[in-house]
């Protein structure tokens, strides 16, 4: 029904900066708020950043230095979410996924991407 697929982690240095894109699919009338969740290994998934009809919320943690996007192709068919990092942090490595909330005919339900991996480091 939706289909979440991220892509743009990878090893980037302190300072540095990445771009996660996250494609969505499906009945995109039927998803409403979107966001970014992160894991770092033996940690708990935290939120990153969510966004809905262009309002956007951060978590203290990156406010600043992230910033969420969203837009859609001419036919409606996808969306894509945007994560823009900037002055990354190895305290930001993590496993990055991408999250859908339903509404309507999907309300109640919960999708996420497969994730994407992002490693800070000299």
């Known amino acids: 029904q939706v289909q979440l697929v991220e892509s743009g982690g990878g090893l980037v240095q302190p300072g540095g900066s990445l771009r996660l894109s996250c494609t969505t699919s499906?009945?995109?009338?039927?998803?409403?708020?979107m966001g970014w969740y992160r894991q770092a290994s033996g940690k708990e998934r935290e939120l990153v950043a969510r966004?809905?009809?262009?309002?956007?919320?951060?978590?203290?943690s990156v406010l600043g230095r992230f910033t969420i996007s969203r837009d859609f192709a001419d036919d409606g068919a996808k969306s894509t979410v945007i994560l823009q990092m900037h002055n990354l942090k190895p305290e930001d490595t993590a496993l990055y996924s991408c999250?859908?909330?339903?509404?309507?005919?999907?309300?109640?339900?919960?999708?996420w991407g497969q994730g994407t991996q992002v490693t800070v480091s000299s």
């Open positions: 966004i809905n009809d262009g309002i956007t919320r951060y978590s203290d």
């Open positions: 999250n859908a909330r339903g509404i309507r005919m999907l309300r109640g339900r919960e999708f």
């Open positions: 499906g009945r995109l009338s039927n998803i409403g708020e």
